[in-house]
Every structure is written in C-alpha cells, then in structure tokens.
C-alpha cells in the first residue's frame, strides 16, 4: 500500500492550546466506503474546544478538527457519490480534519457546488447544517411561523451569523444575544430583528419587552451553563429550550420540575451528528444549506484565517470570545 506524509495537529493528553502539537502522519489508501481528501480548507468551531480540554472526552492522542473542504483524491470500494478530481466538503466524525491530508468515512462527505469556494465550503459546513437541524427540525409545538420570536444566543459567532440570515429568510423575528455593542451591530446587520447585549442588559427583561410579556416560542442556546436557567425565563408557554453548546460550561443538573413551573416547558439537548446518521440525511441537510448559500440568502462571514501550523492562536482567539462569524486554518 503507498502512503504518503500529512502535517496534522494532535493533542497528545487534554488541556489549553499549547497542547497542540503539529505532527506528521502517514496517510495510506482509502479502504471501502472511504474517500483520501486533500485539504485546501479547514473550518474551526467550538466544539474543538470541547474535545481538546476533554469536556468531550474521546480517545487519545487525538487529531483534532471536524470541518473541512478539498478535492478528492482516491475512492474506496462500495463509494458511488464521490470520484477522484471531485470538489468536497463535510464536517464529520471522527475529528482529525486539522490537517492537510487524510483518509475518512465518505458518508459525510458531500460534493462542493462549483460556485462555493473552498473557503466558504469549509467555514460552513458544520455550523451552516447546524442552523439548518435547529431552525428546521428543532422547533416548538405547532412548529413556527414568519412573524414568530425566536431567542438565539452568540448571535455573532460562527453559528450565530448564519442563524440570523437564515431566520430572517425564513421570517422569523430573531432575537440576538452578544457580549459587546459592536458584536450585536453585527448581528442586527445581518438579520436579527432585535439585539441584545447579555455582557450589560438583562435579557430576560428586554426579552418580555420585545415580546410584549409574551416570551419567545423557542430559545437555541449554545452558551449553556450562563444563561440556561434565565432563557427558561424567556420562553413562553409550552415553549421549547434546545442547549445545543456549552461555551460557558456545561448546564449544571437540574430538578425537572422547573419545567412544570415555568409553564410545561420542552427541553432538548440536540446535536447534529445525530442528524447526520445516514448518508441520506447529511445530503439532504447539506442541500439545503447549499441552496440557501446559492440563493444569497445565506452569506458565510470569514472574519479570521489562520495557517494550519497557528491552530493554537485560532483556539485563543475562539474561546477568548474574541472572534465574530467563521474562522477558517489554511493550508
Ligand atoms: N450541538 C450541536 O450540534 C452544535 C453544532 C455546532 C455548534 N454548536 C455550538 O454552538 C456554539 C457556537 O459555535 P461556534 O463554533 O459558532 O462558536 P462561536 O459562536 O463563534 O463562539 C462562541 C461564542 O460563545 C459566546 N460565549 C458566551 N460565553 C462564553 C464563554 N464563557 N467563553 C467563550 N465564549 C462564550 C461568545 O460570544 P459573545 O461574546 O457574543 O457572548 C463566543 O464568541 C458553540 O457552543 C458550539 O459548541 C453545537
């Protein structure tokens, strides 16, 4: 079997950014239902975080990264959707897309369109099929409809610019939270209806008065142990919570009962890897993201590029929560 050499960033026992080593690795054929991708982009998300201090804990040492984009290089048996020369993207288990090269699973791994650049394929991938569960498939009672208010949590973040564009294509009225004045003008900019700045108001308040008292049918809060309680607050009857991060800790345990009291209440801890079971799913999903990108509806914002090799100042930067929208590593 040939094999050839890839730079990669491991992580040889959990911890801060400086446990980031940059490595080589040996990368072999793809075996069946497998793809070898070289990479031309890599995509940051938070979850990275999670997986590098071990709040997700997953064997090590541990390539880290879950987004990418590149070209196809060789196909394993059984893999009819992709070929060799095409253009791709995924974001996928297992990690390990911080690198230049790799072997990986081919049943997450989508075909580019043409007129999406690498850049914009590996920036929103993960967080663009993210929105797409959330806004889509996550939903209250009775679904949602234009004109309904929805809470989103780090609406200028990676994930959270690309939920205002496509909440307001979709006609909901988006209620942003930010950390700074300047973080929420970029939200309002680029379509969340109202914008609060959690460092400084109580958004709890200003989320009765934007509804009128009534609360919001849904709140998506990826900022977990900060604001989960209080977005309990927000919510109105029947309505729904979906913790779908932790960027300030994990929700800490709570009596179920709370949910009762604060008006029978829906919670949900989703994830997208759940909505990427099957080879189906994922192109179904990553359709409509598509879709939404082409259409202009959805911009991807790439507020921050880092070569592969700073990967550690990437991480910095991310959880000193002083990114806006996409951050990509490039090669
Ligand atoms: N479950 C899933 O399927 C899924 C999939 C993708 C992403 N996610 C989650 O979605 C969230 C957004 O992901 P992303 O990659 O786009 O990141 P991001 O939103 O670009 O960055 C995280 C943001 O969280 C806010 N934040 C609040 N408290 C924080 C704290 N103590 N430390 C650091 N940041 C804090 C910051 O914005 P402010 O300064 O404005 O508060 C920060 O910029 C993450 O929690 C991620 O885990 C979940």
Not at 4 to 24: H, N
Not at 292 to 309: E, N, R, T
Request: proline content about 5%.
């Amino acid at each position: 079997m040939s094999s050839t050499v890839s730079k990669a960033v491991r992580i040889e026992r959990f911890g801060g950014p400086e446990e980031m080593q940059l490595v080589d690795v040996s990368v072999g054929e793809p075996g069946p239902g497998e793809v070898r991708i070289r990479h031309k982009a890599v995509g940051l998300n938070f979850i990275d975080v999670y997986q590098r201090t071990g709040l997700y804990p997953l064997p090590l040492p541990l390539n880290l990264g879950m987004e990418a984009s590149g070209v196809i290089e060789a196909v394993g048996e059984g893999v009819t959707h992709l070929k060799v020369g095409d253009r791709a993207a995924y974001a996928s288990q297992p990690p390990g897309s911080y690198c230049e090269l790799r072997v990986m699973p081919a049943r997450c791994v989508c075909k580019l369109p043409d007129g999406i650049s690498f850049e914009t394929g590996a920036a929103r991938m993960l967080k663009g099929m993210t929105v797409q569960y959330l806004l889509r498939r996550t939903l209250p009672q009775g679904g949602l409809q234009a004109g309904d208010f929805v809470l989103f949590h780090a609406a200028a973040g990676g994930v959270g610019l690309i939920a205002c564009q496509w909440a307001r294509a979709l006609g909901l009225q988006l209620i942003g939270t930010a950390g700074s004045d300047e973080k929420c003008a970029l939200a309002k900019a680029h379509g969340a209806a109202h914008v609060i700045n959690y460092a400084k108001e109580d958004f709890v308040a200003r989320v009765k008065e934007i509804t009128g008292g009534k609360g919001v049918k849904v709140v998506y809060d990826s900022v977990g142990a900060d604001t989960f309680m209080k977005s309990l607050d927000c919510l109105r009857p029947f309505g729904l919570i979906a913790n779908f991060g932790n960027a300030s800790g994990k929700v800490p345990p709570f009596d179920i009962n709370v949910l009762a009291g604060k008006g029978s209440l829906y919670a949900s801890r989703p994830t997208l890897f759940t909505h990427l079971s099957t080879r189906e799913a994922t192109q179904e999903i990553a359709d409509d993201l598509f879709a939404m990108v082409s259409s202009g509806k959805v911009k991807i914002q790439i507020d921050q590029s880092f070569p592969l090799a700073r990967g550690a100042d990437a991480h910095r930067e991310l959880q000193a929560r002083k990114t806006t929208g996409c951050t990509i590593l490039t090669l």
